[in-house]
């Protein structure tokens, strides 16, 4: 199954083109090439296979984290990148 995961922004490359995310503490690069909008470091991003598809608010991305880690209930998540 393939899920799209939020992330937080913690690095932009100076073109603007690669980011790194955190997701629940793991780090990945990921593409922001197709982002629609801008996007600043501490954004939270919806990721899914390697791409960076929208932005999304600090709010919902924290309360749709917590409800795939309680659907998992503790069990490790494998991030893919």
């Known amino acids: 199954m393939c899920l799209g995961l939020p992330g937080k922004l913690v690095e932009i490359s100076e073109d603007k083109t690669f980011g790194i995310v955190d997701i ?3 780090k990945r690069e990921v593409s922001l090439m197709i982002l629609p909008e801008d ?6 991003v919806m990721v899914h296979v390697g791409f960076a598809i929208s932005k999304m608010d600090e709010a919902q991305a924290e309360e749709t984290l917590k409800a795939i880690m309680e659907y998992y209930d503790g069990d ?3 991030i893919q990148g």
Do not use: M, R, W
């Open 24 to 26: 629940a503490g793991t």
């Open 39 to 44: 996007v600043e470091l501490g954004d939270y």
């Open 76 to 78: 490790d998540i494998e």
